[in-house]
Nanobody, 119 residues
């Protein structure tokens, strides 16, 4: 059973930075990709950033130039460096990973970490 555990959320002022992390219970090499989603109150969950098994990254337009997703294959951990935070970045951030084996896809989610941007 795969477990993803997030940490590193919190309260920060506008313009500040946070770096949530997502630790996997096994090797992250087994995942086709890992990413971060977020869900604000009353809104749908949206994909924020994703990193593939070979390190290719992609971001939603609203965070490009401010957020950076990275991975540490030794620590089996994925990070989301968030800079120049804005109030609209406030949400619960969820770590996600998936595997595809033959025709079977399995998705895994962390429990979420709250990020609040407020003065």
């Amino acid at each position: 059973q795969v477990h993803l555990v997030e940490s590193g959320g919190g309260l920060v002022q506008p313009g500040g930075s946070l770096r949530p992390s997502c630790a996997a219970s096994g090797s992250i090499f087994s995942f086709n990709a890992m990413g971060w989603y977020r869900q604000a109150p009353g809104k749908q969950r949206e994909l924020v950033a994703v990193i593939s098994s070979v390190g290719t990254t992609s971001y939603v337009d609203s965070v490009k130039g401010r957020f950076t997703i990275s991975r540490d294959n030794v620590k089996n951990t994925v990070y989301l460096q968030m800079n120049s935070l804005k109030p609209e970045d406030t949400a619960v951030y969820y770590c996600h990973a998936y595997t595809v084996r033959s025709v079977t896809r399995n998705d895994y989610w962390g429990q979420g970490t709250q990020v609040t941007v407020s003065s």
